[in-house]
T-cell receptor, first 113, second 113 residues
Framework: GDSVTQMEGPVTLSEEAFLTINCTYT??????LFWYVQYPGEGLQLLLK?????DKGSNKGFEATYRKETTSFHLEKGSVQVSDSAVYFC????????????FGKGTKLSVKP | DVKVTQSSRYLVKRTGEKVFLECVQD?????MFWYRQDPGLGLRLIYF???????EKGDIPEGYSVSREKKERFSLILESASTNQTSMYLC????????????FGDGTRLSIL
């Protein structure tokens, strides 16, 4: 079945460091791919998305490229801030399926000043 | 902006009680979802609804039921609460079942004693 695998956390970085959170997926067809962010005590927010191969999603300095050949959608940011501390979830939605997003288990990021 | 509102941020109930979690969205979205979020397990879909009075089981429907009498409201019901249902519950909605990402509420942290 469809699945999403994220790198396990927690990830601890210093402010202004480069961030990569790996995400790979298994799915039939051509799913849409998403990154969500959950700040402490809040619900999930959509961070960025890509709906077809080679699309790059970007938002708030974060970006991720849909790589069909490696079935990956790694999240990157060039210079993290303390305010980026959160849990990040990679997710996929199989085209034509009704409703469900398949989520990774989440990666907790802590950024130290 | 899409707003998904969950009626309670925190709720404490006793084993055996019937528990209602309410969710309202204000964007006339067709699709609504209930997830639970547990450490190390990520988000898991309980039920979703793609139209009024229509519902589909997700990955973990046991012990839960749902109600969608109006388009904007989707209720999750714990028929007889048990301690293993202590969790964070997240409601979401989306416009496009095929591509659109889902907009989440802030969550209800439910404790069953």
């Amino acid at each position: 079945g469809d699945s999403v695998t994220q790198m396990e956390g927690p990830v601890t970085l210093s402010e202004e460091a480069f961030l990569t959170i790996n995400c790979t997926y298994t799915a039939t067809g051509y799913p849409s791919l998403f990154w969500y962010v959950q700040y402490p005590g809040e619900g999930l927010q959509l961070l960025l998305k890509a709906t077809k191969a080679d699309d790059k999603g970007s938002n708030k300095g974060f970006e991720a490229t849909y790589r069909k050949e490696t079935t990956s959608f790694h999240l990157e940011k060039g210079s993290v801030q303390v305010s980026d501390s959160a849990v990040y979830f990679c997710a996929l939605k199989r085209r034509g399926s009704q409703g469900n997003l398949i989520f990774g288990k989440g990666t907790k990021l802590s950024v130290k000043p | 902006d899409v707003k998904v509102t969950q009626s309670s941020r925190y709720l404490v109930k006793r084993t055996g009680e019937k528990v209602f979690l309410e969710c309202v969205q204000d964007m006339d979205h067709e699709n609504m979802f209930w997830y639970r979020q547990d450490p190390g397990l990520g988000l898991r879909l309980i039920y979703f609804s793609y139209d009024v009075k229509m519902k589909e089981k997700g990955d973990i429907p046991e012990g839960y039921s749902v109600s969608r009498e109006k388009k904007e409201r989707f209720s999750l019901i714990l028929e007889s609460a048990s301690t293993n249902q202590t969790s964070m519950y997240l409601c979401a909605s989306s416009q496009d079942i095929d591509i659109g990402p889902q907009h989440f509420g802030d969550g209800t942290r439910l404790s069953i004693l």
